[in-house]
């Protein structure tokens, strides 16, 4: 969904106990206080567990993500305590915000089963309060970002506890509590993504970071993402490479928007701990370097069992040509099956180059060539390497290559020649696909997947811990994040959240007396009966629907 009105959504959420609805993803639509507060009506009466809430870049403010934490979260923690991907990144915290959040996890501590968390760009107030409340949650956690946040030196020994506290988990999704492995390398446990792009780490922060994955003995797997953090360039590269040497539970990790240059390259790659299986070097260039790079990479290559590699470049720093004695290289490494060359204008000559190494290349799955600057001839190179290439799967749409490549055709009869190639390269890419293992264009670096599929059963609401259910909090109301706008269809009479949240004791003082009933006035025979309204916040208070009569029976 994105650019809708999803206020009805809470509204329908709320007025329909029967759906079925696990995976709730509302991301990149902006949702303002009102449609907020309707789906804290909704979540606060949910039925049954909700595996996925993904929230991400929805604008949401401070005021309406405390409402959402207090009005749902902390009333319904059969619903909050069934979560185990939630994604509120992008939105503002804030003072507000952190509050609510903080209350929740303060009070659900270990108990939380959350996965997936994201708290990117949150504009948090305290980053280091936030990570001493997800720290009971760190051993469940395989997936954490903390992106686009300024961790301040102050901040540090709540980010090295909560980076201490994570475990390694197995490939059937259970925690690993002595962090053993099946076999001698990492990979036979799932990586634990821990993504800390913007953050405005300095040298003494990364070094911290590291020291910690080195000393926790309970995460043996771990994918790292610094990108874009200003204590790695190539002036502190050196100095890191140590810590970086000894950190061998890392698989997985990105510099990218570090600039790194030839020095900082030349220092990182010896450095790389042995399990490294992917690597993102995006836009750590200066745009001016010399063929002596490629051909360190490549020589690289050989040496390592790396699977992933990025070198793509961005609008103001690319290889150019000092890419292309990279190719002479490809076909050295046993292992690489993804290569992502995009934003680097290589031109047609490196596309030649590129076709020489795609005709007898075995372990490439994926290249993505897109914003290179080619044209029909450097399409017809490509071509001429896949059609020798029994094993590539997929080479990426270069969208803004094509367009442009296109426009410069001049006549109908070359742009359907453009087409027909294009054509016959997706074609022959589909085959390869078809006969060989099924490409994954995930990378865990960069970007999270959400697990779609069609659960077989209903997930049903969490069991929350004693103590949960006589808190203060279970039985506050929330008024204050009530729906004032009446939903567009009937609420529902069926009671819930009994389970959850206890009605507070009767008075036992004696009941008033009760007046006799009135009869029910009747409208002008030019109205219709009025027709009763009910807002959510209601639905405990509904009486039963009156039972209607049967209709008499026809005369015989």
Partial sequence: MCDLDVS??????????????????????????????????????YPHGLRVLNLENCGISARA??????????????????????????????????AGFDKWLDQVKSHAQLRRLSIAGVNAVNVGTLCKFITPCAPKLVWFDMSNNKIEETDLQFVQTLLAALHSHSLDGSVSATGALDDDSPHSLLPVVIRLCNTQLSVRGVQ???????????????????????????????????????????????????????KG???????????????????????????ELAILIGRWLATTPIERLNLSGSKNAHLRRALIPLFSYLNTSLT??????????????????????????????????????????????????IRKNQYLASIGVPHVDLDKARSLCGTERRQAQLSGIWFEIQTLLSKNSTSKIPVSTFSSLEEHAIDTSAPEVLLPLASPPNYLLTSPSSLESTKSYRI?????????????????????PADPSPAPPVAPPQPPM???????PPVPQYSVSDLDDLPPPPMEAPPPPPPI
């Fill in 8 to 45: 009805e959504v809470g509204y329908g959420l709320a007025a329909n106990p029967w759906h079925k609805i696990m995976h709730l993803d509302l991301s990149n639509n902006s949702l303002n206080d009102k449609t907020v507060a309707a789906l804290t009506e909704a979540l606060a009466v």
């Fill in 65 to 98: 993500l405390q409402g959402l934490f207090d009005g749902a979260f902390c009333k319904n923690y059969g619903m909050s305590l069934s979560i185990q991907e939630l994604y509120v990144g992008g939105n503002t915290m804030g003072a507000e915000g952190s």
């Fill in 208 to 262: 911290v970071v590291f020291q910690t994955i080195r000393s926790n003995q309970l995460a043996k797997n771990i994918a790292l993402d610094l990108a874009g953090n200003p204590g790695i360039d190539e002036k502190t590269m050196t100095t890191l490479a140590n810590e970086l040497q000894q950190c061998t539970a890392i698989t997985r990790f990105s510099v990218a928007e570090c600039r790194l240059k030839l």
């Fill in 265 to 291: 390259i030349q220092a990182l790659l010896p450095a790389l701990p042995p399990y490294v299986i992917e690597l993102s070097l995006e836009d750590t260039f200066s745009g001016a370097e010399s063929d």
């Fill in 336 to 385: 690489l099956k993804y290569l992502h060359l995009d934003y680097n204008y290589m031109g047609d000559a490196g596309a030649f180059k590129l076709q020489e190494a795609l005709r007898d290349n075995k372990t490439l799955l994926q290249v993505t060539v897109d914003r290179n600057q080619l044209s029909i001839s450097g399409f017809e190179a490509i071509l001429s390497g």
């Fill in 484 to 504: 004032t706008q009446k939903p567009s269809v009937r609420p529902v009479t069926t009671k819930i959240d009994t389970a959850i949240s206890p009605r507070p």
């Fill in 522 to 528: 009747e409208a002008p025979p030019s109205m219709p």
